[in-house]
Each structure stands twice: as C-alpha cells, then as structure tokens.
C-alpha cells in the first residue's frame, strides 16, 4: 500500500509542478503578446484557464493526502480538544463527509459529461469532455486519499512527503 501511495502521490505531485509550469510560462507569454504586439490567443487563454482549475482539483486532492487542507486540520482541532479519540474521531467525521461530497460530485459530474461532454470548444476544438473528464478523477482521488487518511488511524500507512511542515518556517530553519 505504501509503495501505490509513494507511486500515486509522485504522479499528482508531477501533474501539479507541469501545470504550475504551464500557467507560469503561458501567462508569460500572453502578457507579452498582448501588451507588445496586441495579440490575444483565445485557445491558449482557455488552456490557462483549465490548467488553473486542474490545479485546484489535483491540488486539493493532495491537500488531503498531506493533511494540509484547512478545513479537516480546524474543524478536528475544534471539535476534539486535546483528546486523542475525539482527534481520531472528529477526523473521521470530516473525511466522511469529504468521501460524501466527493462521491455526490463524481455521480452528476459523469451525468454531466455524459449530456454535454460531445460539445466542441470554440477555441481549442476540442470536445468538451477532454476537460470535463478530470472533475470526476480528481474528486475519484479525493475519496481514495481521505479513505487512506481515515486507514492511517488504525493501520501503519507512511505520511505523505509533503512541502513545508508548517508555513512560518522553512526547512533550512526547523534543522536549526
């Protein structure tokens, strides 16, 4: 288990330093054509677009996995206390509901495709499904991370290697 997970957090943290890459170096670019040479590419802007949005979705998936997402760190830190079941439990409660919203998500979003997935972009000519697509993997992810968060409570699953620990210090100062 731990080796798919070491393997599957590799991949999305992958897809998520392109398409950082992506939007960094396209929005480079549009700002240079537009304001030097008054050119707008319309297809290239509706990629920006997506790839910011993949972002989001691959980026909060991962959150889970390295618990770093706001909401799951607060409301267990409310709800619980110094208590270590109540921790275990409130933790529990928050990634159900995660899997909940998650599931509902991946439902209609396959609905959604299915009805209007065979439209064709305007810019890119592409059929909408292609971007569509990635709403249910991504939300498909976020119910396999929070079940992973909710096994590492009883069973020894590694901890994702994540960025920074916390977000005052950086690395080079917490060996200090």
């Given amino acids: 288990m731990n080796k798919l997970l070491k393997i599957?957090?590799?991949i999305v943290s992958f897809i998520?330093?392109?398409l950082v890459g992506f939007?960094?170096?396209g929005v480079a670019i549009t700002i240079v054509l537009r304001y030097f040479f008054g050119l707008s590419f319309s297809t290239l802007e509706e990629f920006l677009t997506m790839a910011f949005i993949f972002t989001t979705l691959f980026g909060?998936?991962?959150a889970i996995r390295e618990r770093q997402h706001i909401s799951i760190a607060f409301l267990a830190d409310?709800?619980?206390g110094d208590s270590r079941i109540r921790k275990t439990i409130s933790v529990i409660l928050v990634?159900?509901?995660?899997i909940f919203v998650?599931?509902?998500?991946?439902y209609y979003s396959c609905r959604w495709i299915g009805q209007v997935g065979s439209f064709v972009s305007p810019n890119s000519h592409l059929p909408m499904a292609v971007y569509y697509i990635f709403v249910p993997i991504t939300f498909a992810l976020t119910i396999f991370y929070a079940i992973v968060d909710i096994l590492s409570r009883f069973f020894s699953i590694e901890d994702s290697k994540s960025g920074y620990t916390t977000d005052d210090?950086?690395?080079?100062?917490e060996e200090k």
């Fill in 16 to 18: 998520l330093i392109v």
């Fill in 102 to 106: 998650s599931a509902v998500m991946v």
């Fill in 78 to 80: 409310r709800l619980a």
């Fill in 60 to 62: 909060s998936a991962l």
């Fill in 169 to 173: 210090v950086l690395p080079e100062e």
């Fill in 23 to 25: 939007l960094a170096v």
């Fill in 8 to 10: 599957l957090d590799g």
């Fill in 95 to 98: 990634d159900a509901s995660i």
